[in-house]
């Protein structure tokens, strides 16, 4: 089992930044990659972006990019996504996730966080 713990989300104006960190533990070990997703009310979720625990290979949906940034922390177990340049409709729970591959799909994730709100007034 790996547990994960979102943390950093929060009400913030349009065109301003927060910064999400995730905390892994427990089997962090059968873990190669994490991901972020983020689901609006009546929206399916959506892939965010991921990141390799190994070489930190990166990917990320169109609409964040060059907006939002995913990095880790080996040491600590924990990733990260910096969201600059926020926009109401990034307005969402986000999720991280835990699985073998870095990559857009859902079920490619075994572990789940339980989401953190973000909300970006306009």
């Known amino acids: 089992q790996v547990q994960l713990v979102e943390s950093g989300g929060g009400l913030v104006q349009a065109g301003g930044s927060l910064r999400l960190s995730c905390a892994a533990s427990g089997r962090t070990f059968s873990s190669a990659a994490m991901g972020w997703f983020r689901q609006a009310p009546g929206k399916e979720r959506e892939f965010v972006a991921a990141?390799?625990?190994?070489?930190?290979?990166?990917a990320y949906a169109d609409s964040v990019k060059g907006r939002f940034t995913i990095s880790r922390d080996n040491a600590k177990n924990t990733v990260y996504l910096q969201m600059n340049s926020l926009k109401p409709e990034d307005t969402a729970v986000y999720y991280c996730a835990s699985g073998l591959y870095s990559d857009s799909l859902p079920k490619s994730y075994y572990y789940w966080g339980q989401g953190t709100q973000v909300t970006v007034s306009s």
């Open positions: 990141i390799r625990w190994s070489g930190g290979s990166t």
